[in-house]
């Protein structure tokens, strides 16, 4: 029998049955079993289950469209990814072109406080199209800055309340490329008002409200702009990361990871590697008397890119077991 279950915005469960020749109490039956093994919440259903074992730490990033498209152009998300496999899931909560105002009204279900499950880390970034400037219509993301700074708070005091262990890491509003912003629209969208005047305001509004709250941040603004020739290198269209701007998100955010005092850490050399004990199986040793363990060959792949180039088979190996 296949068995498909389908939910609906209201939390509502509907039943698609593929057995036809059950009679319909057994169908009813095991429809009952299988709803009572489902925990139901204002916002949604949680199974009690896992879906993929063993469990792991869960980092979920959660923002605008700087997070949506952070697995692409060799973005931030997919090298963290990299850098975690074996030691974290990588949740991505993306919302391209969203403003704070609209993630304080989805945080209940984003981020529900009844899940039996919850984020050790959480990595936000609300702020580009918040300091957008005001449209004449009343429309688009723009935000007036103290409501920003409060819908900011009010998301930093709703994950704090997830649990004692979960940790958050705010990304401050990165500089943007004027020039290219000012030239790239296409008559669909009328003027983009966006200026490093703004973006430096709303950067600055993130970092203070976080120093209050005790909040750990990434200052964007400023990392972006130590990068020579940064408006060419570190956006693909002025505003959204390329893949050199995603190397610099990645080094901010874990140098902020190796220098907090989490416990237990949350830096990747910190924490445990998922099934990292020896096996015969693994690739024998020049002397053939043991096998080499690559359970701990976790490094960023470009850093030996030129070396690997180069070297023999024999020489790689050597390299990655001193990494």
Not at 62 to 83: P, Y
Not at 121 to 146: K, Q, R, T
Not at 264 to 287: C, N, Q
Request: proline share 5%.
């Amino acid at each position: 029998m296949d068995l498909y279950t389908s939910f609906n915005e209201e939390g509502s469960c509907n039943w698609a049955i593929e057995a036809y020749s059950q009679p319909s109490r057994e169908r009813e039956r095991e429809r009952r079993v299988l709803c009572s093994k489902r925990k139901k919440t204002k916002n949604r259903f949680f199974t009690t289950e896992k879906m993929v074992g063993p469990s792991r730490p869960q980092f979920v990033f959660f923002g605008s469209s700087i997070v949506q498209l952070c697995f692409s152009h060799g973005g931030w998300g997919s090298i963290l990814s990299d850098i975690y496999s074996r030691k974290a899931d990588i949740l991505l909560r993306g919302y391209y072109g969203w403003n704070s105002r609209r993630a304080i009204q989805v945080l209940d279900q984003v981020f529900p406080k009844e899940a039996p499950v919850q984020p050790s880390l959480v990595i936000v970034y609300f702020g580009g199209n918040d300091s957008m400037g005001p449209h004449s219509s009343g429309l688009g993301p723009h935000v007036p800055l103290d409501e920003y700074i409060e819908n900011m708070r009010k998301i930093a005091i709703h994950l704090k309340s997830l649990s004692e262990t979960t940790r958050i890491i705010f990304l401050s509003c990165p500089p943007v490329d004027e020039t290219r912003v000012g030239s790239g629209l296409s008559g669909i969208l009328s003027e983009l008002i966006r200026t490093n005047e703004l973006c430096q305001n709303y950067s600055n509004a993130c970092i203070k409200l976080c120093q209050e709250m005790g909040v750990e941040v990434v200052d964007l603004f400023s990392a972006f702009q130590k990068r020579d020739e940064w408006t060419k290198a570190c956006f693909t269209d002025g505003v959204h990361l390329s893949a050199e701007g995603s190397k610099i998100v990645v080094e901010e955010i874990l140098k902020v990871l190796r220098e907090a005092e989490w416990v237990p850490s949350l830096h990747w050399k910190s924490m445990p590697t998922e099934f990292s004990e020896d096996s015969p199986y693994y690739l024998v040793t020049a002397d053939g008397k043991r096998t080499l363990n690559p359970s701990e060959w976790t490094f960023h792949r470009e850093i030996h890119q030129e070396v690997i180039a180069s070297c023999k088979y024999s020489e790689i190996i050597s390299v990655l077991a001193k990494s």
